[in-house]
């Protein structure tokens, strides 16, 4: 200090201190320009967290799972006004360029059979505008009986659409929710509109954050300049000081352009943490400038001020600088970043507030005649006397209040979702209601199947495991590669299921198009995925499904593919019975029993007319006269599912015009092969189906939904055939849960470990400070109380009234705990009773001293964070707000258990030099924050 | 999800590069310049070609397909898929829209596939169905102007208020000496440039020509490029109608 002192008293070092400072100001402030703006939200997922390592693996393995959801209220979906703008919205968006995949009712493929001639027809499930009042009713009437689209791209109740796009991989996630909210807006300008799923969300979260910073940010260090002029009523000291912060600030900004670090929307924070904190110290050395300077010459008052007050400065900004330093223990990148500049930025406000501001003082020869206000420093005299008075009584009720707000703490709440990054009633709650009311949500979970998927009974495990989960409450739907390779083999060999072996299974991959696969299946077949769509995106609610889904994928794990065909189909017909909104009250168990229960009697004419109607198909090799049609049929159905082509050309011959060739006889063998055998398995399906149905008590199908469930658990049943089941082994697979659901709980748990760290650390690194400040761990212990106070009862307050602990309120602990132990520091250092008196004499001169500085900068730094709460951000909302009650809190306890727990009459702090009676009774007029007593307390 | 309809593709596409050999025209006027290149595509009474296609999707690894196409006429389309093994023996035969007919080795049996739906890539090309099918540029466009570039020459085509075509403008650039296309470029509704196809490479018989290479950027989906090689190429052969039918589908070679 001494040489500092000496340094700045010499005219030309301080013209060389305030020269070179403005100029690496400058030059910093124009590196600052260079600054790269980083909009990556990715960046703030724990790096080293293994659910978030297992979803960024996951994102990559299949490109993207980032899924945007536009929803439309409409009150008539079918209309061909309606339909012509979202078939433009469609198209417009695939030409984006950034999206996978998009799908909506005018993109929507749809098949039926045609029993005439054979084989499929494929068509657009919307093939042409409505012309009229019954065309519309005829599309509504054929949208609404396709169960993979109700519910998915229409609501049930008709009155919504949904258009799915599916991002591109690497896509930016803000620029492309901007052009699909351009598109579809321009598409639909009068409909009500709802955006949903994570990049709306994400762009909501981070728009609203940045906005209200650079809304916000000015207004708060205006407030903080607005208290400082009003408190200390010195306008051009309090520029100085300014000056000296906004200069720190400049070349903190620098030196992360030149060092490449991007800035971000938490790093957007750091100017009001500056200015709130840093220019603390400036402040206080000129006020004790100015104190001395009232009796001393310049240059002497200048030298004192610094001796007096510069190791306090320096010990406050350490602890300042060592707390933010906490935050390199976390595993969230922006916030190691944030910690790290913060904490050169205040090291920096520190370091000028020693050389730069006193050296400029000294230039301009700035002069303060202090106004009196000693309202505030009597109060809190008084104050900081009666809880020294009453130690006893206070110290049991300050332990209470420990107690009481560690107890109300066990109850924070660390779990992360959506919902901690935006309030009720903004527009990502509301279009979450939106797609929860009539699609179900737009939450997704996913579940990893590692193994071969060209096995059909890793397929089955796939569909086996989805089936489970789609009955499990909580989840509105689910959808698998078995159900897109079912559709395939429906189309392109006329069974809705997964086929009967790998080469089938590959043939399908092949004909499928790659948008709907790379969803599903990784392009080596390796992994797949199970989407789920969950009913809510609030931790508390998905964590129970979570579990749930968990216990189903360890289970399946445990049991593998292809043990239990019944058992598949049992979980097959629960599944398909919800889907279908039937009650089907047996338990898997007993359903199991019923399916395997009883040997099949195929209806013989049912299979003999299916051959007949195949016979007089195009996809017939020979075209067959009805009556020869019916004579093979007839001939066919005498062998059953016995399909050797040898066979089968001798039984076909012999029923085949004479006249014909033998080369009829041979192609009509190898054109029936197959359809006689899979004709006969129908049979048999459908004779268990009709024994299950019956046993269950469902109607027969004289409802779609019956209908169509007794078409799909017919397509079920074929597995138990035994070419189905034989085929295909027990391959090993790798199954777990993934999503962003898991990534939030994996988030959750980083962000209560970061809390345990940042705190255990910063709170160790300040007690080391203050130990050695004040050359006593008792009178470090002491110092550090007041905070750990303050955050007990935060925190017991963010348990009572539910505000969680997140990425942004876990920043709290350290912030609080840098800045609110320098309240102590300040404390003890004026801590010093008068000749002859009593520690409650100290505590009141120390009250009168410091502590109209100490509740100044309080109210200071409370006013700034509390600016930050006028915006709609939540994050900002949340930090600001309890950083502001924390501030206030913290003073209020430095106040009242200090005086408590202090047992001395004076405590010395580290090199500082102790101000004279006269030094001490200017200093407090000027800056009630000095080291002096404002004046005697009257001896008891 | 119904990828039927890539089945027609994949027979459209693997016959639209047979579409390409040309007597030379002489020719001046924009029409002129398209009947002329027009001409050069139905010129043949059938062809037979195998094609490798190449596709490469950044991020994603490099897909080959091996083809056999033959095609009769303007409607009658075959193909045999000769590699990956997963496709390998698949049948396709195409005699019009509703008749399309496939033949999977793996389910030993002819399946009948009507389509009608027009959009996205066959087998993650960058083909479409329209350019696929675009056998012939006067049925679905018109020219409404051309520049020349000496060697060369462009044709604007703007399509035809009653077709449905995917692209309402293509330019195309044509070489003069062979009134064939080399560079097609498609703008969308909005204007943009969203797919250019090349051709170049050619080879000849006699007065018949082919380019070896077709390539497909898709700049809409992050210049998704698929390229077709042409391994071998027989025309005029007299291939008999024979060949285009379920039965000889069923029974192959």
């Known amino acids: 200090m001494d040489l500092l002192a000496r340094l700045i008293a010499n005219r030309a070092a301080a013209v060389w201190i305030v020269v070179v400072t403005v100029g690496l100001g400058v030059a910093s402030a124009f590196q600052a320009t260079r600054l790269q703006q980083s909009d990556d939200l990715l960046e703030f997922l724990p790096r080293g967290n293994l659910a978030v390592a297992k979803f960024t693996e996951l994102s990559r393995r299949f490109g993207t799972t980032e899924i945007a959801l536009v929803g439309i209220e409409t009150d008539d979906p079918f209309a061909a006004s309606f339909l012509k703008r979202l078939q433009q919205a469609t198209e417009e968006l695939k030409g984006l360029g950034s999206l996978n995949h998009v799908l909506s009712l005018a993109n929507t493929g749809d098949f039926t059979p045609d029993p005439g001639r054979g084989g499929v027809v494929t068509t657009a499930l919307v093939d042409r505008l409505p012309a009229n009042a019954v065309d519309e009713q005829a599309l509504r009437t054929k949208v609404m009986s396709r169960d993979q689209v109700v519910g998915n791209l229409v609501a049930a109740d008709g009155r919504a659409v949904a258009i799915v796009a599916m991002l591109a991989a690497g896509a930016p996630l803000r620029a492309v929710a901007a052009q699909i909210q351009a598109v579809v807006t321009k598409a639909f300008p009068t409909e009500t509109l709802y955006w949903a799923g994570d990049p709306f969300v994400s762009t909501y979260v981070f728009n609203t954050t940045q906005h209200d910073l650079l809304l916000l940010t000015p207004w708060a260090v205006l407030a903080v300049i607005l208290i400082l002029m009003v408190t200390f009523r010195d306008p051009v000291g309090i520029s100085i000081v300014l000056v000296a912060t906004t200069l720190s600030i400049a070349m903190t900004l620098g030196l992360m352009a030149a060092l490449g670090v991007r800035f971000n929307i938490v790093l957007a924070g750091m100017p009001v943490v500056l200015f709130a904190i840093g220019s603390a110290y400036g402040v206080h050395l000129l006020a004790r400038y100015y104190a001395l300077n009232e009796r001393l010459e310049p240059t002497t008052s200048l030298t004192q001020a610094i001796h007096q007050t510069g190791p306090v400065i320096i010990g406050s900004g350490l602890t300042t600088v060592v707390s933010l330093a906490s935050y390199l223990g976390m595993d969230v990148h922006p916030l190691r970043i944030f910690g790290l500049f913060a904490g050169v930025g205040i090291f920096l406000a520190m370091g000028l507030s020693l050389t730069f501001v006193p050296a400029l003082a000294?230039?301009?020869?700035?002069?303060?005649?202090?106004?009196?206000?000693?309202?505030?420093?009597?109060?809190?005299?008084?104050?900081?006397?009666?809880?020294?008075?009453?130690?006893?009584?206070?110290?049991?009720?300050?332990?209470?209040?420990?107690?009481?707000?560690?107890?109300?703490?066990?109850?924070?709440?660390?779990?992360?979702?959506?919902?901690?990054?935006f309030n009720a009633g903004s527009p990502p709650a509301l279009?979450?209601?939106?797609?929860?009311?009539?699609?179900?949500?737009?939450?997704?979970?996913?579940?990893?199947?590692?193994?071969?998927?060209?096995?059909?009974?890793?397929?089955?495990?796939?569909?086996?495991?989805?089936?489970?989960?789609?009955?499990?409450?909580g989840v509105t739907g689910v959808s698998?590669?078995?159900?897109?390779?079912?559709?395939?083999?429906?189309?392109?060999?006329?069974?809705?299921?997964?086929?009967?072996?790998?080469?089938?299974?590959?043939?399908?991959?092949?004909?499928?198009?790659?948008?709907v696969l790379d969803q599903f299946v990784t392009r080596d077949h390796a992994h797949s995925l199970i989407h789920i769509r969950l009913a809510s995106d609030r931790a508390a609610e998905v964590a129970p499904v979570l579990a749930r889904l968990d216990a189903i994928a360890s289970e399946a794990g445990a049991t593998g593919a292809g043990s239990n065909p019944a058992g598949d189909v049992a979980w097959r017909v629960l599944a398909l019975a919800h889907q279908h909104h039937l009650t089907v009250s047996a338990s898997p168990e007993r359903l199991q029993a019923l399916i395997d229960h009883g040997t099949p009697r195929p209806d013989v004419a049912v299979v003999e007319a299916e051959l007949r109607r195949f016979l007089g198909s195009e996809e017939n090799a020979v075209v067959l006269p009805d009556a020869e049609a019916a004579r093979v049929a007839s001939a066919l159905v005498t062998l059953g599912d016995r399909t050797a082509v040898a066979e089968l050309t001798t039984t076909v011959a012999a029923s085949l015009s004479p006249t014909r060739p033998p080369s009829d006889a041979e192609d009509l063998a190898l054109s029936v092969s197959t359809p006689l055998r899979e004709t006969w398995a129908v049979a048999r399906a459908a004779w268990r189906r009709d024994q299950l149905v019956s046993t269950l008590g469902l109607a027969a199908p004289a409802t779609d939904a019956v209908g169509r469930f007794a078409a799909d658990v017919t397509q079920a049943m074929l597995d138990l055939e035994d070419g189905a089941t034989a085929a295909g082994g027990a391959a090993p697979v790798a199954i777990a849960v993934n999503g962003l659901p898991v990534m939030h709980r994996g988030l959750s748990q980083s962000v209560s470990r970061n809390q345990i760290v940042s705190l255990i650390a910063s709170a160790a690194l300040v007690l080391l400070i203050m130990a050695a400040l004040f050359r006593s761990l008792w009178v470090g212990l002491l110092a550090l109380t007041p905070t750990v106070l303050t955050l007990l009862c935060v925190y017991g307050a963010m348990g009572v009234f539910g505000i969680r602990l997140d990425v942004g309120t876990s920043m709290l602990a350290s912030l609080v705990i840098g800045a609110g132990v320098d309240y102590a520091i300040h404390l003890l250092a004026s801590w010093r009773a008068p000749p002859g008196g009593s520690a409650a004499d100290a505590a009141h001169d120390a009250g009168c001293a410091a502590g109209p500085g100490v509740w100044t900068n309080a109210v200071m730094v409370a006013a700034g964070f509390s600016v930050l709460t006028l915006g709609d951000a939540k994050p900002l909302q949340n930090i600001g707000g309890l950083t502001a009650a924390s501030m206030l809190l913290a003073a209020l306890a430095t106040f009242l258990a200090v005086p408590a727990l202090a047992g001395r009459r004076r405590y010395e702090i580290l090199g500082a030099t102790r101000a004279t009676a006269a030094d001490s009774a200017a200093a407090v007029v000027l800056?009630?924050?000095?080291?002096?007593?404002?004046?005697?307390?009257?001896?008891k | 999800m119904i990828r039927s309809k890539d089945v027609f593709r994949a027979t459209l596409f693997a016959c639209g590069g047979l579409l390409l050999s040309p007597p030379v025209v002489a020719a001046t006027s924009a029409d002129e310049e398209l009947a002329a290149v027009d001409a050069t595509i139905g010129g043949m009474s059938d062809q037979t070609v195998v094609m490798e296609m190449v596709t490469n999707?950044?991020?994603?690894?490099e897909r080959r397909l091996t083809f056999e196409a033959t095609v009769k006429g303007t409607a009658w389309r075959r193909v045999e898929f000769l590699a990956p093994a997963d496709v390998k023996g698949t049948r396709v035969l195409v005699l019009g829209v509703d008749q399309m007919y496939i033949y999977l080795p793996a389910y030993r049996k002819v399946r009948r596939i009507a389509t009608h739906v027009k959009e996205q890539g066959f087998m993650g090309s960058a083909w479409d169905h329209d350019e696929i099918a675009l056998a012939v540029f006067g049925k679905v466009f018109r020219a409404t102007a051309v520049a020349d570039h000496g060697a060369t020459l462009t044709l604007t085509l703007e399509r035809k208020a009653d077709q449905a075509f995917l692209y309402p403008r293509l330019e195309v650039d044509v070489r003069k000496d062979l009134h064939q296309p080399i560079e097609i470029r498609y703008f969308n509704d909005a204007g943009v440039n969203a797919k250019t196809e090349t051709r170049s490479d050619f080879t000849c018989q006699g007065k018949l020509c082919t380019p070896r290479a077709v390539?497909?950027?898709?700049?809409?989906?992050?210049?998704?490029?698929?390229?077709?090689?042409l391994k071998d190429w027989q025309v005029n052969r007299g291939v008999p109608d024979s060949l285009f039918t379920v039965r000889a589908l069923q029974r192959g070679g």
């Open chain 2, 215 to 229: 390539e497909m950027v898709d700049h809409s989906r992050g210049e998704l490029k698929s390229r077709m090689l």
């Open chain 1, 927 to 939: 800056d009630p924050r000095t080291t002096a007593a404002h004046k005697p307390a009257p001896r």
């Open chain 2, 57 to 61: 999707e950044p991020g994603k690894a």
């Open chain 1, 431 to 473: 279009a979450e209601a939106f797609m929860r009311a009539h699609f179900g949500g737009s939450q997704f979970a996913f579940i990893e199947i590692s193994g071969d998927m060209r096995e059909p009974a890793n397929l089955r495990l796939v569909r086996r495991i989805a089936d489970r989960a789609a009955l499990e409450p």
């Open chain 1, 480 to 515: 698998h590669i078995g159900q897109a390779v079912a559709t395939a083999n429906a189309v392109l060999a006329g069974q809705a299921r997964i086929p009967e072996t790998a080469a089938q299974v590959s043939v399908l991959y092949s004909f499928m198009g790659d948008p």
């Open chain 1, 362 to 421: 000294s230039l301009l020869k700035v002069h303060h005649h202090p106004s009196s206000s000693t309202a505030v420093a009597a109060a809190i005299g008084r104050l900081t006397r009666g809880a020294a008075r009453h130690r006893l009584g206070l110290g049991a009720a300050l332990a209470l209040v420990a107690v009481l707000g560690a107890a109300a703490s066990t109850r924070l709440d660390s779990s992360v979702d959506a919902g901690a990054f």
